[in-house]
């Protein structure tokens, strides 16, 4: 094969993988499938009782039994959301999800029954309104949601989830309904020393909710390291796990997957958290405005030269972007690839820049990166890809390094409000700042979130703020 044939093969390989990887989020059509499913279930409840009522009294009837159909909803609701009865393995399995909400209807029933046997309530014609509306919505609700099947499958497909298969070389393995490709097509490395190689993986991975590699036992621990920061549940072919039966683990098409990652948020974290960072960012923006506006002239008064500066750093997933802040150092200096940390007496910086770094101003425009889904309020300070500590490359002194991305970035975090901020002038000034991000992906809640916001008040002013 000649050489021209070889590079065009290669390239018609790489953008056909690419095109079949072009597919829709399947994360906001479970949204809808879930609320469909549950506006679903509240007609169904309350139409059984109004029917069992009528049946049993007519019109007066009717409007009772639908007071306990009111009474049974909330509790049956919330009964369902904890049992899996809008989960994906309720998306996957129809009689999966009509079983578990029948157990939530038996123990709302339950729960309504032992309240009347308080309250001394009896009235026959209430128990047998409630009976038969408890029987009918019992059938109606495994009704619909049978009838719902062809719904899930049109908004989301048969497997409910976007699942990858990366072939490294390793052994091959099929799974239903999954997307196969080659890492050599798709130009992806394990390469933990190449953020472009991160980023080219990050943007593979944007759209899918769980990758499986297939690769050699040697390349096994970079992948694994780096499915860690890439906010995705990610396993590693193994086969030794169907040998050994080990935990934290599955087997699939007679191969052994080893679970080596899980993004650490669930969707309803995620969506508390940004509810959180863009009503906070959008209020603090409408608060600041007069501050930024003439922080904003002084900058352009200062020099002439651009108001913002703009440095690509690496966030979620090990994906690149666009970070904004206030210039405070001279045009012609600014370091774009970070490879120099700002010190103290700094020459590059200006007088404006001086005074906006130390009160930590220069970081209001993140505000506009937090309403963009790029940032958020707290989390991991997202670095330069150039910045180094002591001589070495962030990730080439701890390439744990990586796990830091598998949430947003944020404006604050825990290191900063434990003082670990400025130039990293030695190892330690990183590994400090690192053990502190890897402490606050372990356990998020966002009291928390909520609590740093507040400590980080006392550190916007600080000696290692230049």
């Known amino acids: 094969m000649n050489a021209p044939f070889a590079v065009s ?27 469909v499913l549950i506006v679903s279930d509240i007609v169904a409840v309350s139409l059984a009782f109004v029917v069992a009522g009528w049946l049993y009294d007519m019109n007066d009837g009717a409007m009772r039994s639908l007071v306990y ?11 369902a959301l904890y049992n899996g009865s809008y989960s994906t393995c309720s998306l996957r399995e129809g009689w999966r999800g009509v079983l578990r909400a029948q157990a939530a209807i038996m123990v709302a029933v339950a729960v309504v029954v032992f309240v009347q046997f308080l309250m001394k309530s009896s009235s026959e ?17 495994a009704w619909s949601r049978l009838q719902l099947r062809s719904f899930v499958r049109w908004r989301c497909g048969a497997n409910v989830i976007n699942e990858l298969i990366i072939d490294d070389g390793g052994p091959q393995l099929r799974l239903p309904g999954a997307i196969r490709v080659s890492a050599s097509a798709m130009g992806l490395r394990p ?13 593979v991975l944007r759209n899918i909710d769980r990758v499986v590699i297939s690769c050699p036992a040697d390349r096994r621990a970079n992948w694994a390291m780096i499915l860690k920061g890439a906010n995705v549940d990610g396993e590693v072919l193994d086969d030794e796990v169907a040998r050994l039966g ?12 080893l679970l080596v990652s899980a993004g650490p948020l669930g969707l309803r974290e995620r969506a508390i958290k940004r509810i959180f960072d863009v009503t906070f960012a959008g209020g603090a923006i409408l608060a600041l405005s007069p501050l930024m506006l003439v922080v904003a002239l002084a900058v352009k008064f200062q020099d002439g030269g651009p108001i913002f500066f703009t440095q690509r750093r690496m966030g979620r997933g090990n994906r690149f972007f666009n970070m904004y802040k206030f210039r405070s150092m001279t045009q012609a200096l600014c370091d774009e690839n970070g490879n120099q940390s700002a010190s103290k007496e700094d020459q590059r910086i200006t007088a404006v820049g001086r005074f906006i770094r130390r ?43 990586w796990q830091r991305h598998s949430l947003k970035p944020g404006l604050s975090g825990l290191a900063q409000v434990r003082g670990f901020r400025g130039a990293t ?19 998020w809640t966002i009291m928390r979130d909520l609590q740093i916001l507040f400590l980080t008040l006392r550190v916007l002013v600080h000696d290692r703020a230049f």
Not at 69 to 79: M, S
């Open 191 to 203: 390469d933990l020393t190449d953020p472009h190689s991160l980023d080219r993986l990050g943007l």
């Open 9 to 35: 093969q290669q390239a018609r390989q790489r953008s056909e993988a690419d095109e079949l990887l072009v597919a829709p989020s399947l994360e906001r059509r479970r949204l809808q499938c879930y609320l």
């Open 246 to 257: 080990a935990q934290g683990a599955r087997v699939a098409a007679n191969h052994g997957l």
């Open 359 to 401: 009160t930590s101003i220069d970081e209001l425009p993140q505000l506009f990166n937090v309403l963009l889904g790029d940032m958020s309020l707290v989390g991991p300070r997202p670095h330069a890809t150039g910045s180094l500590a002591g001589d070495k490359l962030f990730w080439e002194v701890d390439l744990r390094y």
């Open 125 to 141: 014609s209430s128990r047998g309104a409630f009976s038969g509306g408890v029987i009918l919505a019992m059938v109606l609700v």
């Open 69 to 79: 159909g009111q009474v049974l909803l909330p509790i049956f609701l919330t009964l």
């Open 425 to 443: 002038d030695h190892e330690s000034d990183l590994v400090n700042r690192l053990q502190s991000d890897l402490e606050y992906l372990e356990g």
